[in-house]
């Protein structure tokens, strides 16, 4: 059977990689899968726990385990975390099979959507989280097959990229 190429979304938190994945996977009539939400599977317990409990450079070995997870999947659209393709090793597992799909949002839309999330450990202090959107923008932009306005609703997002996938 014929390999189809998974479809990766990328970029920083609040982008909208998970609400236009699911909506991508139904128009599409694909899989979808969240590496964050496999992490948290695998692990029994949320993201934020295994920062608290184990730190950062623990969290990103169990993120390059389940891109090179994903990558071997099979025609499904994936969500990988914020951080994810800012790390060399993880683009290159996850492009094996896949195209990379950046959604990238302004700073000011990614804030209007997350609000004062409790949820997102990297994000309590904005100045902080902007000099972080910044310095991964052109590590998103490195890592991409293609690039989409994140800015549009999710419904409209995913018809373009399920355009540029037909």
């Known amino acids: 059977m014929k390999r189809m190429n998974n479809i990766v979304l990328c970029g920083f938190m609040g982008s ?3 609400v236009v994945g699911k909506e991508l996977a139904k128009i599409m009539g694909v899989k979808f899968v969240d590496t964050d939400e496999m992490i948290e599977k695998e692990q029994g317990v949320a993201i934020k726990a295994i920062f608290a409990a184990h730190g950062e450079d ?35 597992a996850i492009k094996q099979g896949s195209k990379v799909v950046f959604l990238d949002a302004d700073f000011d839309v990614i804030c209007a959507r997350i609000g004062n999330s409790g949820n997102r450990p990297l994000v ?5 989280a902007y000099e ?20 549009m609703s999710a419904r409209k997002t995913a018809m373009q990229i399920a355009q540029m996938f037909k």
């Open 58 to 92: 623990y969290f990103r070995e169990l993120e390059y385990e389940m891109c090179k997870k994903a990558a071997k999947m099979n025609g499904v659209v994936i969500s990988t975390g914020g951080g994810a393709m800012t790390f060399e090793r993880n683009v290159k």
């Open 132 to 151: 972080l959107f910044v310095s991964r923008r052109d590590k998103y932009l490195a890592a991409a097959d293609y690039v989409i306005d994140g800015n």
């Open 124 to 128: 309590k202090d904005r100045e902080k």
């Open 16 to 18: 909208g990689k998970t």
